[in-house]
């Protein structure tokens, strides 16, 4: 069993509270995201879990069994960090095999689990290296088999890919979340790219402030966004928020023309689209259109529905003219109904 659960977790240094009662589980094999901007308390927490910090009030279980107070070592659990941590003295071979080492496990056993993790992570060639003489991907490899020669079923990751070009972040969150399914290991993830979530997680919880504000599948927070700032950060581009004002026959856009409504929104609530659900229609909200940056596959259009900007994704290249004037649609499932005040999601 390897099952990680969180009750009531609080972590304060001094005065200042850092983590505010986190509670969530980490099912067996599940590949868990911990998702969210700098200072979040999503490092914390998983320092928390490893050990590497201690509890000030709440309970960690491990496989049913209160850790709360074990030592790190008791906990059976490998870690990835993101500066990789690898001994620059040590060739790959003895950095990958060096835990083992220190442990007293017997020379066959280590050569045996050595030659097999170097293969599942394409190394075997490079056994002879010095951490100076490989590339970033191959240094997260190193890092990554170090992890898994230990067999333990629990491996957390400290922003493991920040480090790594685009191209190399893209081949290494494959290879990840590969290793991950054939190992059936229970991973912990932290990062605050939300495409390393979205395309790698199984639940991704995303934080803010030391506290959960919303957790769920990668659709679930794509979906139905919880808050104004689950919205915001889930999606690229972000989702468009837009004030209302009362109208006539409900809910219209603040500083735009009244000619889209919505009966059952009005003052003190605000409305989310996505920019890829917004279509250009002979009918809707008038807009001037401002700018188009073209991405090759889309173009992400800049527009201004009264004294409200407007994001809006369109395929292929668009080209906008200055002071061209469209109108702006979208469908009633496509708009997300929130709170002003609390940024709450509203149910229609």
């Not at 998983?46 to 790190?72: M, N, Q």
């Not at 590339?135 to 990554?144: C, I, N, P, T």
């Not at 061209?324 to 149910?347: P, Q, Y």
């Amino acid at each position: 069993m390897s099952t990680i659960e969180l009750k009531a977790v609080k972590k304060s240094w001094g005065n200042t509270l850092a983590l505010k009662d986190v509670s969530f589980i980490a099912p067996e094999g599940d590949f868990l995201v911990l998702l969210g901007p700098s200072g979040c308390g999503k490092s914390t927490t998983l320092r928390l879990i490893a050990g590497l910090e201690t509890v000030t009030a709440g309970r960690i279980l491990i496989a049913g069994e209160d850790v709360t107070a074990k030592s790190p070592s008791e906990r059976h659990i490998s870690m990835v960090f993101q500066s990789y941590a690898l001994f620059p003295h040590l060739n790959v071979a003895e950095n990958i095999a060096f835990g083992l080492k220190v442990r007293k496990v017997p020379v066959d056993e280590r050569k045996t689990r050595l030659g097999r993790v170097a293969e599942l992570v394409g190394l075997a060639g490079l056994m002879d290296r010095k951490p100076a003489q490989l590339s970033g991907g191959q240094r997260q490899r190193v890092a990554l088999a170090r992890a898994i020669v230990a067999e333990n079923h629990i491996c957390l990751m400290d922003e493991p890919l920040s480090n790594l070009d685009a191209q190399l972040r893209h081949e290494m969150r494959v290879e990840i979340r590969d290793l991950q399914k054939r190992l059936g290991m229970t991973v912990v993830y932290v990062t605050h790219d939300q495409t390393e979530a979205m395309s790698m997680a199984d639940k991704v919880i995303l934080m803010r402030d030391g506290k959960i504000e919303q957790e769920g599948t990668p659709d679930e927070l794509y979906s139905t966004p919880a808050t104004t700032f689950v919205a915001r950060f889930i999606g690229n581009p972000p989702m468009n928020v837009l004030t209302l004002t009362d109208g006539p026959d409900g809910g219209v856009l603040e500083g735009a023309e009244s000619y889209l409504s919505w009966k059952q929104c009005g003052a003190g609530q605000v409305i989310g689209v996505r920019p890829e659900d917004i279509d250009v229609s002979e009918t809707g909200v008038p807009a001037e259109l401002i700018s188009a940056d073209y991405l090759g596959a889309d173009s992400i259009v800049t527009a201004r529905m009264g004294s409200q900007s407007v994001v809006v994704r369109m395929p292929g290249r668009f080209q906008v003219r200055d002071g061209e004037r469209v109108n702006l649609k979208w469908s009633n499932e496509a708009t997300h109904i929130f709170d002003a005040k609390t940024g709450h999601r509203v149910e229609p």
